[in-house]
């Protein structure tokens, strides 16, 4: 069972940066892509980032673009969020995903999830 977990997120003022960070362990051999997901109070949950689990391939919201990097060990354990010119409106409960399948732009297809972590961005 493949199993993921974040750490690194915390409180942190307007405009500066956090690195969110995912340990995966089980079996990842079937692993297509890994993603970084969102949930805003009162919003549904959203795409952030995504990137292939050869570490190929990162795409970005609109939001994340420029100010997100989506990243991958070459060991293929751990996956990374770097954050940074962060925003009041990027607060929220970061969720790190994977899908065995080739369609990360689509939430429902992801097969395994972590717990979250919150990241707050005070202005």
């Known amino acids: 069972q493949v199993r993921l977990e974040e750490s690194g997120g915390g409180l942190v003022q307007e405009g500066g940066s956090l690195r969110l960070s995912c340990a995966v362990s089980?079996?990842?051999?079937?692993?297509?892509?890994a993603g970084w997901f969102r949930q805003r109070l009162g919003k549904e949950r959203e795409l952030v980032a995504a990137i292939g689990w050869s570490g190929d391939s990162p795409d970005y919201s609109d939001s994340a673009r420029g100010r997100f990097t989506v990243s991958m060990n070459t060991a293929g354990d751990s996956v990374y969020l770097q954050m940074t010119n962060l925003q009041p409106e990027d607060t929220a409960v970061y969720y790190c995903?994977?899908?065995?399948?080739?369609?990360?732009?689509?939430?429902?297809?992801?097969?395994?999830w972590g717990q979250g972590t919150q990241v707050t961005v005070s202005s």
């Open positions: 995903a994977a899908t065995r399948n080739f369609a990360y732009d689509v939430q429902a297809l992801y097969d395994y």
């Open positions: 089980g079996p990842t051999l079937r692993l297509k892509f």
